[in-house]
């Protein structure tokens, strides 16, 4: 089965304490991307990944780290997480060719206090 | 820059009604793809339908359907005899080349509209 992992679903936080969301997917999927939901902006892109080693700035990277060291995993890190970056975070995977349908994690609730 | 802009925020139709909602999007790009996703309370994205922007005829998934007007920058989404699992915010989205990365795709989405199915 199809199955892209988010972990963990819900983090509470305090500003400054360093996090990392875990993202995995079992479709061999060369591309890999985060986004953030928040109110009223629909999702904005944050990062994403062609391959390993090859990673790229979204539209709202500011604040966010990314890794992309094995095809099935790509970690968001937040190395000092700031109140606004409260969000839902989704990762997202898809195949190379722009007709694969993109397959999305069941999205993270991060607080940042 | 490519926008996607759905203007009604909230909707709400009784049951087995047809309800339409708004996509408009901006791009100078000839070759991309829409799309209509619905995010249920369970706040899983899910793909209702696409739409390759080379071809004229609209998509059909069942009891969903576009409209789609290339020229107008117009991609709506009907839902026909709609359910009360129809209850979610949907997101129209629009994928076009772009990133620094050759070959990347840039999926942009519209700020959502919430959808509410009575009985």
């Known amino acids: 089965e199809a199955q892209v992992t988010q972990n963990p679903r819900y983090l509470i936080t305090v500003t400054g304490k360093k996090l990392t969301v875990t993202c995995s997917q079992n479709m061999n999927h060369e591309y890999m991307s985060w986004y953030r939901q928040d109110p009223g902006l629909g999702l904005r892109q944050i990062y994403y990944s062609m391959n390993v080693e090859v990673t790229d700035k979204g539209d709202v990277p500011e604040g966010y780290k990314v890794s992309r060291k094995e095809k099935r995993n790509f970690p968001l890190i937040l190395e000092s997480p700031s109140p606004n970056q409260t969000s839902l975070y989704f990762c997202?995977?898809?195949?190379?060719?722009?007709?694969?349908?993109?397959?999305f994690g069941p999205g993270t609730r991060l607080t940042v206090l | 820059a490519q926008t996607v802009t759905q203007s009604q925020p909230e909707m709400s139709v009784q049951e087995a009604e047809t309800v339409t909602l708004s996509c408009t999007y901006d791009t100078s790009e000839s070759n991309y793809y829409l799309f209509w996703y619905k995010q249920p309370p369970s706040r899983q994205m899910i793909l209702v339908i696409r739409?390759?922007?080379?071809?004229?005829q609209n998509a059909t998934e069942n009891r969903f359907s576009v409209n789609f007007q290339k020229a107008a920058k117009s991609f709506s989404l009907k839902i026909s005899d709609s359910q009360l699992g129809d209850t979610a915010m949907y997101f129209c989205a629009f994928m076009y080349p772009g990133g620094t990365i050759q070959g990347a795709q840039k999926l942009v989405f519209g700020q959502g509209t919430r959808l509410t199915i009575n009985p």
């Open positions: 739409q390759e922007a080379y071809k004229q």
């Open positions: 997202a995977t898809h195949g190379q060719s722009s007709t694969d349908t993109q397959y």
